[in-house]
């Protein structure tokens, strides 16, 4: 058996279901001859029976055996047993086996639903089928009379279980079989159809399809790995697509997420009906509907077309979706296959009642995701918006990154709204949310490649040629807030400028600002927080100032630095270390590498650094403050961090041995980013007007910020200021250099000298 089940896994022809057919039939015919063997041929009253996903022939390579040796009083059924037992252990193969009789099992279904829903897939294998066909109608029938309860507790272990695995679609290493649109997902929607037709007639095609593309996946996994696990990892994505024809592991997440969004959209239409029937009293009519818009009913929790509705009116779509979504519900299935098959298509400029409907859409919030993804699910959102049809299902890049691009954009539209009274144009700032991201669907520079799709969008919707202006601008620099007030140094007048010139006006910098923290929220959790969000405030309010008056003379920090208790603090002489809170405070005299030694030790000591500053005196005393994360502990140990640090700024401690050990000793496995970093360095002599800034871009790992900033002491450069970012499997940071003259550096040999150490530095 064990010769037969290698050459089925390396026989690459066949994938999938099919796969799991052939498995599930090669371990029917070897325990029909345990069985034979173990009787003798005499199998009345006996029967192997598969239930669970072997019963639904779904035998993937690391599946379970699930089987049952039913008996109807059978003397000498434990021998029987552990004849056809043992021989499956023996080959180390996983084995879900139990001894019974049909009452004895049905009892037990009776008040377990994993035994009732594995019941439902009961398949003889070998014996007497009379005691199978038993057991299975028992199961069925029982499963029909008390639907009731079963739906109930199924429809909560469905919620249950999709908040623990986390949705397949979105996440960069999806749980294939349990998650959110997950194969669980699929047999669940199958037990309730065991129980009442749930699901409509166009459902079932589509559903077997979204299956299948989970299934090959999840088969390939396992006979990759060997293993029989779901969550299909980063570093198995690439042999898993190469197996099943695909380009890349792009295009593979690409199919699984547009497969389980749509087994998830399925469901969750399926369960919200069921949720109705279950709260609907047996004796009791649905309550009628109201028309809420002409032609367009609301009725529970859904709206539908009425017997009225103009079929052949183009902005029918829009209206229902707005209706829907105003109301914070969903749209009818029926209503919504109707209008996938007559919507006709919006007249181009669209006349202004059709962006009113489109904005109101948007500026319902929340509520519009769902119904957008239902305009999305059956090809509307696409015919009002061609431009969505490349990001669909385009899943992200890294872990930074929760969701694929067009969910990303519809969590940023709904973010949005919710900040839509800190702008003068709601309208704009919601069709720039939606826009914001289009680019991605394009080669080259995405912000770019969007303004240009912002401006295409906004013409053929009707805007004003201004507002197309302003959403083509506004798409265009997305990132330019989050970017300098991450990256760039607030006290420097130069950092305002790079805002405000190319924004231009004030209305335009609320639309970035309230734009900039709607598109964090949406992008993850790490991607906003109080640090952040206190930078962009007070970068959007230093450049209104300058907007209003035309005039920058930096921007004040709220607490300056150095404040007036450092600078008296310096002046006394001598070594000042604390540690409070996550705040570090060096002073010392000034020494080479001062910097890079603290990022050391830090980096010893496993913290994780978010931004520095750096601040010299003429007479040779150096203040560091050192912002920093310990993700152990609510305190970093600031006794033994402020012990190493007094040894090293000694010369006393073998700072980059220790680093490397630690980065050796706690190497992440496997990647955390389907695109590897590609390491880059950049000078700007332009983003300050008395240092030279260097952004370097590279993979996260320990001590990166230590070798990066002991590269730049050997090139005898004094650091003015540091912005340190960690964006998911990415750091990006941006330091403030001047040379030991106090000069910006701007040779170009010394440069790309300076550029060649840090690449080297950084792949260390």
Known sequence: MLAERSALLADAAATGSAWCRAHSDLVDAWLAELLEKATLGETTGLALVAVGGYG????????????????????????????????????SLHLGHSVSTPKEALRLASGDLDTATALLAARHVAGDAGLTARLADGARSAWERHSRHWLAELSERVAQRHHQAGE????????????????????????????????????APSLAAWEAVLLDARVELQRQTGRSGNVLALQEQPGVAAALGDPDADALMGRIAEAARSIAWTSDDAWRRIATALRRPRSRRAEGAREVVPGILLGGEEVSLGPHAALNDPLLALRVGAAAATHGVAIERRSLEALASIQP??????????RTLFVDLLLAGEPAVPVIEALDQRGL?????????????????????RFTVDRHLLETVANAARLADRVDRPDLLVVAALLHDLGKGSQ?????????????????????????????????????????????DLDDPTTIRLVAEPVGTVERLRLL????????????????????????RRLVECVTDYLESGESAGCLPPTPFPSLEHLARLAEGGQHIEGRGNLLTVMNDDRPGMFSRI???????????????AFSTDDGRALDEFRVMDHLRDEPPWGRVIADLKLALEGH???????????????????RSRHPVVPSVTFDNRASDDATVIDVHAADAIGTLYRITRTLAEFDLDIRSAKVQTLGSEVVDAFYVRDRSGDKITKQARLAEIERAILHAIRE
Not at 381 to 401: D, F, K, N, Q, T
Not at 599 to 613: E, I, K, S, T
């Open 56 to 91: 639904r022939s779904e035998l993937a390579p690391g599946s379970d055996i699930d089987v049952m040796l039913l008996h109807q009083a059978h003397t000498d059924v434990a021998s029987v047993a552990d004849a056809i037992w043992y021989p499956v252990w023996e080959k």
């Open 168 to 203: 397949v679609a979105f996440q960069i290493e999806p749980d294939l079989k349990e998650g959110r649109g997950g194969l669980r997902d699929v047999h669940a929607l199958r037990w309730a159809e065991a129980a009442h037709r749930v699901l409509l007639e166009f459902d």
């Open 345 to 354: 298509a919006v007249p181009v400029p669209w006349p202004a009642e059709a």
């Open 381 to 401: 959102w696409g015919r009002l918006l061609p431009e969505w049809v490349p990001v669909r299902a385009l899943p992200p890049h890294s872990i930074y990154h």
């Open 444 to 488: 080259g520079d995405h912000s770019a490649a969007g303004a240009t799709i912002a401006r295409t969008v906004a013409t053929r919707m009707g805007f004003p040629d201004d507002d197309a202006a302003t959403l083509s601008l506004v798409v265009r620099h997305h990132l330019l807030i989050a970017q300098v007030a991450t990256r760039r």
């Open 513 to 536: 600002a309230a734009l900039t923290e709607a598109d964090s929220l949406a992008t993850g959790a790490s991607a906003w927080g109080p640090w952040k969000a206190g930078l962009v």
């Open 599 to 613: 990022a050391g030790v830090l980096a010893m000591h496993g913290l994780d650094v978010l931004a520095a500053v």
């Open 653 to 671: 401690l073998a700072i980059h041995a220790r680093v490397m050990d630690r980065a050796r000793m706690y190497a992440r496995s496997g990647p």
